[in-house]
T-cell receptor, first 115, second 115 residues
Framework: EPEVTQTPSHQVTQMGQEVILRCVPI?????FYWYRQILGQKVEFLVS????????KSEIFDDQFSVERPDGSNFTLKIRSTKLEDSAMYFC?????????????FGPGTRLTVL | AQKITQTQPGMFVQEKEAVTLDCTYD???????LFWYKQPSSGEMIFLIY??????QNATEGRYSLNFQKARKSANLVISASQLGDSAMYFC????????????FGKGTRLHILP
């Protein structure tokens, strides 16, 4: 069964550094999302992406964040200058194509630790 | 106001018993979808079940069923014959409007299955 993949599974970085989180959505999907989950809290929406542009973004998704689909398969989330409060699990999701009920398929997540 | 409310932060259930996880939602959009996801200790988000606002029948997927009470804005998850492997965090979530819109999550219920 096709699945969303994410790399790396765990990233440790120093405050102020740039990080790029990578995702490979399911190949025939058209809609892409990033969510984050701070430890012990609920999952929060960050951004949705369709047709090579952002469809919607939350107030969390400020100028420090950007997303890109550099080629036909990858979908990346960049944090320009990480802060301690960016430490969280980041989930990529994709939907569309033949997905039943536009179900969003989640990747396994990248745990980002900012020191 | 909370869009998704899960009032049970934690539950303990004996193995093989049925368990009901509560979820209420708030929306003025007539078109919406309701989801349940399972998050084991490993961290990934596993889709369990979906209910559309216009679906006439309650959704079922194996041991999972969704008790959808539209007038009460309630979407409880029922797990029949619980197993030790069901121990996890369970999130209720909602998507308003279009099928590609973001998903809003509740705070989750941590379920512990006792042997």
């Amino acid at each position: 069964e096709p699945e969303v993949t994410q790399t790396p599974s765990h990233q440790v970085t120093q405050m102020g550094q740039e990080v790029i989180l990578r995702c490979v959505p399911i190949s025939n999907h058209l809609y892409f999302y990033w969510y984050r989950q701070i430890l012990g809290q609920k999952v929060e929406f960050l951004v949705s992406f369709y047709n090579n542009e952002i469809s919607e973004k939350s107030e969390i998704f400020d100028d420090q964040f950007s997303v890109e689909r550099p080629d036909g398969s990858n979908f990346t989330l960049k944090i320009r200058s990480t802060k301690l409060e960016d430490s969280a699990m980041y989930f990529c999701a994709s939907a569309g194509g033949a997905a039943r009920n536009n179900e969003q398929f989640f990747g396994p997540g990248t745990r980002l630790t900012v020191l | 106001a909370q869009k998704i409310t899960q009032t049970q932060p934690g539950m303990f259930v004996q193995e093989k018993e049925a368990v009901t996880l509560d979820c209420t939602y708030d929306t003025s959009d007539p078109s919406y979808g309701l989801f349940w996801y399972k998050q084991p200790s490993s961290g990934e988000m596993i889709f369990l079940i979906y209910q559309g606002s216009y679906d006439q029948q309650n959704a079922t997927e194996g041991r999972y069923s969704l008790n959808f009470q539209k007038a009460r804005k309630s979407a409880n998850l029922v797990i029949s014959a619980s197993q030790l492997g069901d121990s996890a965090m369970y999130f209720c979530a909602m998507r308003e409007g279009r099928g590609d819109d973001k998903i809003i999550f509740g705070k989750g219920t941590r379920l512990h299955i006792l042997p």
